[in-house]
């Protein structure tokens, strides 16, 4: 057999075993689970990012999301409740950010008509007030009294860990819903009920991860989303939903880094311009520790 005759019989054979392999290969492809798109992250400093994550396919009802991931070793968080503070009204989230001078704020848990917190609410170490709701399972919590044994921030499954009351463990704490457990399992029930979430979640190399979803989504599909498609999370809760969902980002967080298009796009979401806010009376804000930027602490009062 000559060279030619060998390319020649080669090229035959492959031809003819070209549409086997390929129809093999469609077949593989097609069946194996898409890969995680989880979010590209914009830096807002050290330990800070932002993102806007669109879920892929395997979540058609969920639309955009907005995310704040936090280091808790650079950034540390505080409860803030308005009776507490003095305040006769509960502040709109803008006015709470300018009030504490927070980087970044969200709203906390839910709350009752007469705006009394519902579940566990400490600040400072001390309970203010709230008592342990029976079946809501979720409990973020920050700042530890002693910070070398545990981490600065984290979320809790009350089904499995223990916080104790009498002697917290974590000055700051907010409890609320499970959602997502370390077993991926959902932990809230399929209702059909859509509505704005916001979500705060672990993942497994000890960031905290903030989410408010950009449209109406059920909590359960929410979860399912989280679960399939940002592995990297190991546990989340939802906070308050509906009108109460809320996520702030101080404008000047968007000045550190190089100016971009994506940042331009960003700034009016992040900052809360193309949302209404309404009276919120407890919520979370996020600023620099002391010993990493000497920034001064953030006051509770004007």
């Not at 029930?189 to 989504?217: F, M, N, P």
Request: include cysteine; glycine fraction near 8%; proline fraction near 7%.
């Amino acid at each position: 057999m000559g060279l030619m005759d060998l390319l020649t019989t080669q090229t035959t054979h492959s031809s003819c075993r070209m549409p086997r392999v390929f129809f093999i290969a469609l077949l593989l492809w097609s069946a194996a689970p898409a890969l995680a798109q989880e979010p590209r992250w914009e830096p807002l400093g050290p330990g800070l990012a932002a993102s806007i994550w669109q879920p892929d396919e395997r979540c058609p009802d969920i639309d955009r999301l907005l995310v704040i991931k936090v280091n808790p070793a650079l950034h540390r968080f505080s409860v803030h409740y308005f009776a507490q503070e003095g305040l006769l009204h509960p502040p709109t989230i803008d006015e709470w950010q300018k009030r504490t001078g927070h980087g970044i704020v969200f709203n906390a848990g839910l709350f009752r008509e007469n705006f009394a917190y519902l579940g566990l609410l400490f600040k400072d170490g001390k309970s203010l007030g709230s008592r342990r709701h029976s079946t809501w399972q979720g409990l973020f919590v920050a700042e530890p009294h002693t910070p070398l044994s545990v981490p600065k921030a984290g979320v809790l499954d009350l089904a499995s860990d223990v916080f104790h009351e009498e002697t917290p463990a974590y000055q700051e704490a907010a409890q609320s819903l499970m959602l997502l457990d370390r077993n991926g399992t959902i932990r809230v029930r399929q209702t059909g009920k859509r509505a704005y979430q916001t979500v705060v979640a672990e993942d497994k190399d000890g960031h905290i991860l903030i989410l408010k979803s950009l449209g109406l989504v059920t909590l359960h599909g929410l979860g399912q989303c989280l679960r399939d498609t940002f592995p990297s999370i190991t546990l989340a809760m939802a906070m308050d939903g509906g009108s109460s969902s809320d996520l702030f980002v101080s404008e000047s967080l968007w000045k550190n880094g190089e100016p971009s298009e994506t940042r331009a796009n960003w700034k009016d979401l992040f900052t809360g311009r193309s949302t209404a806010h309404i009276p919120l009376p407890t919520i979370i804000g996020l600023s620099p520790r002391l010993s990493v930027t000497g920034a001064a602490k953030p006051s509770s009062r004007p």
